[in-house]
């Protein structure tokens, strides 16, 4: 089938490290696979300048992220991977509504630090695809990328959509190392249990929105940046509580591996704010080698604190690996008796389904 994504354009809105030397085998890897699938790859300007460029011009990442709106070849922006500070882009975006003038229809994927840029679009009304990106996925040094990441990649890039997500058979460790003598080299597999509910009905619905939690939680504390928190109220960043109400919230946590005692104070950041009494339910992605599931469990009931709000848990979405890609606001219905997330912008779905 033809895809439905001619053209990918890669950009660096965060972290610039696909423009090192020491990255060059990887970018390669990545784009061989992508132009075996049919798809031309083009790179923003400033996409391969290397993290130190990246780094000290935030302009420059967000003329990418316009650049690549308006160009009317790319049918889909690819973020090379995440970073830290990609809300430094929010001036340079939205001060004379930049972003606005030129953002359209285009798919745009991304996870991680892109939390940030989720959120900038979802105020424009864009659509965004969150789960993936082009280093950790598309350039995994194994001979393809891993099965289930990949089923869900072609998927975008062929129908423009997803239809479901389901759980993977496996879990994988995180590699110890990038360099070359890891090209071929198997990762560590595990069998994976599936999508665990830790409370509430296993049947809810709603549009979904959110992301890496460290991220989400810049927005409300200035302990890694002095400005995030002043710079993300100025522009409105955070959805408020009318535009939460009767959404599914999504969580996942970063490469990290966050302490429990932080993990808390992160969860009690979004309950101050409100957003546990407006959700229609929460989606939690699987932690990186499963660091601190079980604590993780237990403080997601003890801080939210309403027994009949759903949280299914262990998605395979965000950091760990595989990953699936989880479409934002679109209209999805999640199962957990049946172990599957339904989208397909319909308001009610059949029995069969």
């Not at 300007?45 to 420059?60: E, Q």
């Not at 973020?79 to 798919?107: M, N, S």
């Not at 994927?109 to 105020?123: A, E, R, Y």
């Not at 070359?180 to 990762?187: A, D, L, N």
Request: aromatic share 10%.
């Amino acid at each position: 089938m033809e895809n439905k994504v001619k053209t990918i354009e890669v950009v660096s809105l965060s972290r610039g490290i696909l423009g090192e030397p020491f990255m060059a085998h990887e970018l390669a890897i990545g784009m061989k696979r992508l132009k075996a699938m049919g798809l031309k790859v083009k790179f923003s300007r400033h996409a391969l300048k290397g993290l130190d460029y990246i780094r000290d011009h935030p302009d420059k990442r967000a003329e990418d992220l316009i650049g690549a709106y308006a160009d009317p070849e790319t049918d889909m922006i690819l973020c090379a991977i995440g970073g830290d500070d990609t809300y430094r882009l929010l001036p340079f975006l939205f001060e004379e509504d930049q972003l606005k003038k030129v953002v359209d229809d285009k798919i745009f994927l991304g996870f991680s630090d892109t939390t940030m840029n989720h959120f900038m679009l979802h105020k424009l009304g864009a659509r965004t695809f969150y789960g993936q990106s082009f280093l950790p996925d598309v350039c995994e040094l194994e001979q393809d990328m891993l099965p289930y990441s990949r089923k869900y990649f072609e998927e975008l890039v062929s129908t423009g959509t997803i239809k479901e997500i389901r759980p993977s058979d496996l879990w994988y460790e995180e590699r110890q190392q990038f360099d070359e003598s890891q090209i071929g080299v198997p990762r560590i597999a595990h069998k994976n249990n599936g999508f665990q509910l830790l409370q509430g009905p296993a049947v809810f619905s709603g549009k979904i929105l959110g992301g890496c939690i460290e991220t989400m939680y810049d927005i409300f504390n200035n302990g890694r940046y002095e400005d995030s928190v002043a710079l993300c109220e100025k522009y409105k960043l955070f959805p408020s509580l009318e535009d939460w109400t009767g959404r599914i919230l999504l969580l996942e946590s970063s490469e990290g591996k966050t302490v429990p005692d932080l993990y808390k104070k992160m969860l009690g950041k979004l309950k101050e704010y409100g957003i546990f009494e407006v959700v229609s339910g929460v989606l939690v992605g699987k932690p990186m080698d499963e660091a601190y599931s079980e604590e993780y469990q237990k403080l997601l009931v003890e801080i939210i604190d309403k027994p009949d709000l759903p949280v299914l848990y262990d998605i395979n979405v965000g950091h760990a690996t595989p990953r699936c890609i989880i479409p934002f606001g679109v209209d999805a219905r999640v199962d957990a008796d049946k172990q599957v997330i339904y989208f397909n912008g319909k308001e009610t779905w059949s029995d069969d389904e």
